[in-house]
């Protein structure tokens, strides 16, 4: 069994940044890839950007990476992946999650709730 737990969410001012991690514990050995979604308030739940295990990294919105917006990254000795989220804005204020790939069992970690004040 895998568990994920997230965090780094909390407040912080438009315009600033900030960095999500997720840890990953257990067998993570079977683990494919690692994915950020987000659950804006009173919507569904998103993909926000993916890292396999290769290091091989997907953006759902390939306009926001281009702009620096999103960077996800992994350390897979620390079995640890992060998202980078800079000049945030309120629209980013949602429920982060972290997902795993390829093992059984709950795939999703707990959240972390990332609010931006303007």
């Known amino acids: 069994q895998v568990l994920l737990v997230e965090s780094g969410g909390g407040f912080v001012q438009a315009g600033g940044s900030l960095r999500l991690s997720c840890a990953a514990s257990?067998?993570?050995?079977?683990?494919?890839?690692m994915s950020w979604y987000r659950q804006p308030p009173g919507q569904e739940r998103e993909l926000v950007a993916a890292i396999t295990r290769g290091g091989t990294t997907h953006y759902q919105d390939s306009s926001a990476k281009a702009k620096g917006r999103f960077t996800i990254s992994g350390d897979n000795a620390k079995s640890t992946v992060y998202l980078q989220v800079n000049k945030v804005g309120p629209e980013d204020t949602a429920v982060y999650y972290c997902?795993?790939?390829?093992?059984?069992?709950?795939?999703w970690g707990q959240g972390t709730q990332v609010t931006v004040s303007s």
């Open positions: 257990g067998d993570t050995t079977c683990i494919s890839t």
């Open positions: 997902k795993q790939t390829g093992c059984d069992g709950n795939p």
